[in-house]
């Protein structure tokens, strides 16, 4: 055997087993993305476990899918004049924001949890989150940019808080708009925060 042919042969070695992981792989991909696997927003991290009861609380029992019985005041009453408004207060800190809620079957679901104080990681610099213990409908669609004060829903429960405007390939289901976000990003600062949800009567 010639120089030349043992050198294409390893060559040819190397492009063929190239091709087969670059195969498995896509495969091995292909086959993630068919399941109902919730992924952090804009990252590929598998979202954590459902229990999120640290340093957090919302209203409702253990028929509430947002969390824990820290909060016994939540807003189960669909009678109660707060549950039709679709004001909310955002707390943080000493800082209060106004935000206007959409009119779909998701908030109706999210007023339901309400007041809510959770602990919310910040992630990319651009938003804070908070996964649910439980699941709200969704309908989710790409935005296309984000707009510092978007209030959203990744998947079908985490809550997003935007303090950045970017443009985005990720779907969402909206929840709401802070009405005036001037502030907020200084407000919710570069890590976690406790962050209060409450419904604002008409």
């Known amino acids: 055997m010639n120089r030349r042919t043992g050198k294409t042969e390893t060559v040819m070695k190397r492009l063929f087993m190239t091709t087969l992981v670059m195969l498995t792989l896509s495969v091995s991909f292909a086959s993630c993305g068919t399941d109902d696997t919730e992924f952090a927003p804009n990252t590929g991290v598998p979202a954590p476990p459902a229990n999120n009861d640290d340093n957090s609380s919302s209203g409702g029992g ?6 824990g019985n820290d909060n016994p005041g ?3 009453d669909d009678s109660d004049d707060e549950i ?4 909310l207060r955002i707390t943080v800190g000493s800082s209060s924001f106004d ?8 908030v ?6 309400l007041p809510m104080t959770v602990n919310m990681p ?11 213990s439980g699941s709200l409908p969704t309908a989710a669609s790409n935005p296309g940019t984000i707009l510092t004060g978007d209030l959203m829903l990744y998947g079908s429960n985490c809550v997003v808080l935007f303090y950045e405007s970017f ?12 009405n005036n976000s001037s502030g907020l990003a200084s ?7 406790t962050v209060t949800f409450e419904l604002q009567k008409e």
């Open 62 to 67: 253990s028929d509430n899918p947002g969390g």
């Open 74 to 76: 939540g807003n189960n």
């Open 84 to 87: 039709m408004s679709n004001k």
């Open 99 to 106: 935000a206007t809620l959409e009119d779909n079957e998701t």
């Open 108 to 113: 109706k679901a999210f007023k339901k949890l």
């Open 122 to 132: 910040d992630l990319n610099r651009n938003e804070k989150y908070y996964y649910l």
């Open 167 to 178: 443009s985005t390939s990720y779907s969402y289901t909206r929840l709401g708009r802070v």
């Open 187 to 193: 407000a919710l600062g570069s890590g976690s925060v």
